[in-house]
């Protein structure tokens, strides 16, 4: 095959502002040469196998030159590679991508150029800034602030962005952010003018600050801000005040550290980033399928002969109907069963097997499914109570009570996933820590982490929160509700309760 090389923009850094066309190159590249403004996990989806290789530049440090990362380029395409180029922001706008695809259409390389979101429209826009608007600005400009304006040779012509009759936007300027101010109000540019800089834009930890165009440059030494930053000249940054959205977001600000196992993680991040925090994975436990042999096995085999299943998670519905296939069963297996959920992420479960759960407690909890059982006849009759190894035996127990023959089938059992340095780094940043469930408290705190002095504990129901104290923590909220939302809906309560100034 021959070889091509995709010029692609990987966005700003907010990974939700990747294009569908990236990821899917990403996902088949053979090589990747990436850039170090690109979003975090933006690799995540390429193939094992995929070369990826490092080629940015660190200010002041020796790096790939440009004319070696263009020559490798050449290379990876003429051995017949898939090579993905990947930039933050576009590719075009000050990416240097310009001069890549020079050199690759000189080398007579197959090439095809793939926009990103650029920095300095979606900071901006995160920051409640629009660079064009009907009253403010019919004309926007991407400059760069890299230039020495000191240097004769400088490109940047100051009188004309003076003039200039729009929004200025400013790639890479912020430590000349002194030099060109001065430059701009020398040139007659209004010194009262408002401006905006927006740090790590679209990042969870942006910042933004607004000012004149005199005393912007104060302000950003003040706060200490930090590249990477687009600034922005124009009236439009005086919309921020009407327009600012993110900071708005009932979860702005907070750091919340999710301690449920890594497959399961993704429901509740995606909740709670939605809501504006900064969500880190630091998974406490992992589950292991156990195998299908012995009194599973048997108990998968006799699946007819149940006259109540009961599932209490949605692992146990997946590794039920796992098991099933594999010896030939399908839903109908269940045809002639009562089935009972102790949930509705395990209903649910069900549910997209094509079984509706005939049980659901109001509280997601054992003592509630065993309450909601009571109308079901089960004395003399066999049932099967499929669930995590060491779990609880509240249902079970009860259901014997009532004359029930049970199966108290253990189909996976939870593990300890030791943090990684990474992870513990996360934690150590978490403003909250959530708990789905007393093995995560156990094992989180078994491994010698801890949520970090200050943070706000928060757990999905009671018997996790009693795990939790029993290990010296302060639980400073509980669900309501026992599921994800629950959860979801206690922190950001908190949260919202501790934001009111007292
Ligand atoms: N091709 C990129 C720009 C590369 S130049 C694009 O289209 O966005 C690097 C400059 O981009 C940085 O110095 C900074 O000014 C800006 N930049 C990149 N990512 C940014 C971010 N997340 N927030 C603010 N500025 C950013």
Redesign the pocket.
């Known amino acids: 095959m021959r070889g091509i090389v995709y010029l692609v923009?990987a966005g700003?850094?907010d990974p939700g502002l990747m294009t569908r066309r990236s990821l899917e190159l990403i996902a088949r590249a053979d090589a990747i040469l990436y850039d170090r403004?690109i979003p975090p996990d933006a690799l995540d989806g390429a193939r094992p196998e995929a070369e990826l290789r490092y080629v940015g530049k660190e200010p002041g440090a020796a790096a790939v030159t440009q004319e070696e990362t263009n020559q490798l380029l050449v290379e990876l395409a003429r051995a017949g590679k898939r090579v993905v180029r990947l930039?933050?922001?576009?590719?075009f706008?000050?990416?240097r991508g310009g001069e890549e695809a020079e050199a690759l259409a000189a080398a007579g390389v197959l090439f095809e150029v793939v926009p990103?979101v650029?920095?300095?429209v979606a900071?901006p826009a995160y920051a409640g800034i629009p660079v064009t608007h009907r009253d403010a600005a019919s004309a926007v400009a991407f400059v760069t602030g890299h230039e020495d304006p000191d240097k004769p040779e400088a490109a940047l012509d100051w009188d004309a962005l003076a003039r200039f009759p729009g929004t200025l936007v400013l790639?890479?300027g912020i430590r000349n952010l002194a030099l060109i101010a001065e430059r701009l109000t020398a040139a007659g540019r209004d010194p009262d003018e408002p401006v905006a800089v927006?740090?790590?834009?679209?990042?969870p930890g942006q910042r933004t600050i607004v000012g004149t165009l005199g005393g912007i440059a104060a302000r950003v030494e003040a706060d200490g801000l930090r590249?990477?930053?687009?600034t922005l000249v124009g009236p439009v940054a005086g919309l921020r005040d009407t327009i600012a959205w993110l900071e708005r977001r009932p979860l702005h600000g907070e750091v919340v550290a999710v301690t449920r196992a890594r497959v399961q993680a993704s429901a509740l991040a995606a909740r709670l980033r939605e809501l504006g925090a900064d969500v880190v994975e630091t998974p406490a436990i992992r589950t292991e399928p156990r195998p299908l042999d012995g009194e599973l096995l048997a108990a998968v085999q006799r699946i007819s002969d149940y006259a109540l299943v009961c599932l209490t998670s949605p692992n146990g519905v997946r590794l039920l109907f796992d098991a099933l296939a594999e010896t030939g069963h399908d839903a109908r297996a269940l045809a002639g069963a009562t089935v009972a959920a102790i949930g509705p992420g395990t209903a649910a479960g069900l549910e997209r097997r094509g079984v509706r759960a005939d049980v659901l407690p109001e509280q997601f909890v054992a003592e509630a499914l065993v309450e909601a059982l009571e109308p079901v006849e089960v004395e003399g009759r066999r049932v099967l109570v499929a669930r995590a190894a060491g779990a609880r035996s509240v249902l079970p127990d009860a259901l014997r009570g009532r004359g029930a023959e049970v199966d108290d089938v253990a189909f996976y059992e939870t593990v300890a996933e030791p943090l990684g340095d990474a992870e513990r780094a996360a934690l150590a940043r978490a403003t909250y820590v959530t708990f789905t469930s007393s093995s995560t408290v156990r094992f989180l705190l078994e491994s010698g982490a801890r949520p970090p002095e200050g943070a706000r504990v928060v757990s999905i129901g009671p018997v996790t929160s009693a795990t939790a104290h029993e290990h010296g923590l302060t639980v400073h909220a509980e669900a309501e509700r026992h599921d994800v939302d629950g959860l979801v809906e206690a922190l950001t309560a908190d949260a919202a309760q501790r934001r009111v100034p007292a």
Do not use: Q
Request: charged content about 15%; overall charge neutral.
């Open positions: 923009g700003p850094g403004l930039k933050g922001g576009d590719p706008v000050f990416g990103g650029t920095a300095g900071a790639y890479m927006v740090e790590r834009g679209t990042h590249p990477p930053a687009i």
